[in-house]
């Protein structure tokens, strides 16, 4: 299963760090990501990174602000989260693709407020 951290509440301009840790698979996954839903809105991939961790691309959104990194002997996805903005209020979701099957995580709460 996945397991986040990190979530909580943050003022406009601060930053977060999201981390994601994979554990009781018999493979090692494949692409992580993290994902994003606002209320009312559909669930948006922010950033995503390769097995080997040298390939990563982002939403257009977020670029300059995020950054996605990958620990792999520890099967850990992380997500630098800074200048935050309110609109990136979300519940933040870790996605780790594991021989083609998607896997999600519970879900962390992230809140920015103005």
């Known amino acids: 299963h996945l397991v986040e951290s990190g979530g909580g509440l943050v003022q406009a301009g601060g930053s977060l760090r999201l981390s994601c840790r994979a554990s009781g698979f018999t493979s090692r996954p494949d692409s992580m990501a993290w994902y994003r839903q606002a209320p009312g809105k559909p669930r948006d991939l922010v950033a995503r990174?390769?097995?080997?961790?040298?390939?990563?691309d982002y939403l257009d959104a977020v670029k300059g602000r995020f950054t996605i990194s990958r620990d792999i002997p520890r099967d850990t996805v992380s997500l630098q989260m800074n200048s935050l903005k309110t609109e990136d209020t979300a519940v933040y979701y870790c996605?780790?693709?594991?021989?083609?099957?998607?896997?999600w995580g519970q879900g962390t709460q992230v809140t920015v407020s103005s």
């Open positions: 996605n780790a693709n594991i021989r083609g099957y998607d896997w």
């Open positions: 990174i390769s097995s080997s961790g040298r390939i990563s």
